[in-house]
């Protein structure tokens, strides 16, 4: 069993700055990719942004430009920074990893991301 623990959520205005984390709690192939699903309220959850262990990344075409992500092999956590806020970024981020992005193990909790206009 692998644990997702996440932190960095928070409220910001449009065109700031946050930054998310996800550690786990150990190494293996379920955590060959990592990376971000968030959920709108009366939405779906969609795919932000995913890595895999080489480096290897893909992102929501919404996000592109903004956000970036990466990941420290080391300390298993991959990290999730977000620039240029928009009030349509609101969402619950889930941390997730598993083989890969459409093969999921594992979630965190979930980390609220608010972008006040």
């Known amino acids: 069993q692998v644990q997702l623990v996440e932190s960095g959520g928070g409220l910001v205005q449009t065109g700031g700055s946050l930054r998310l984390s996800c550690a786990a709690s150990?190494?293996?192939?379920?955590?060959?990719?990592m990376g971000w699903y968030r959920q709108a309220p009366g939405k779906q959850r969609e795919l932000v942004a995913a890595?895999?262990?080489?480096?290897?990344?893909n992102y929501a075409d919404s996000v592109k430009g903004r956000f970036t992500i990466s990941r420290d092999n080391a300390k298993n956590t991959v990290y999730l920074r977000m620039n240029s806020l928009k009030p349509e970024d609101t969402a619950v981020y889930y941390c997730?990893?598993?083989?890969?992005?459409?093969?999921?193990?594992?979630w965190g909790q979930g980390t609220q991301v608010t972008v006040s206009s």
């Open positions: 997730f990893s598993g083989i890969r992005a459409d093969l999921i193990h594992y």
């Open positions: 890595i895999t262990r080489g480096g290897s990344t």
């Open positions: 150990k190494s293996g192939f379920s955590i060959n990719a």
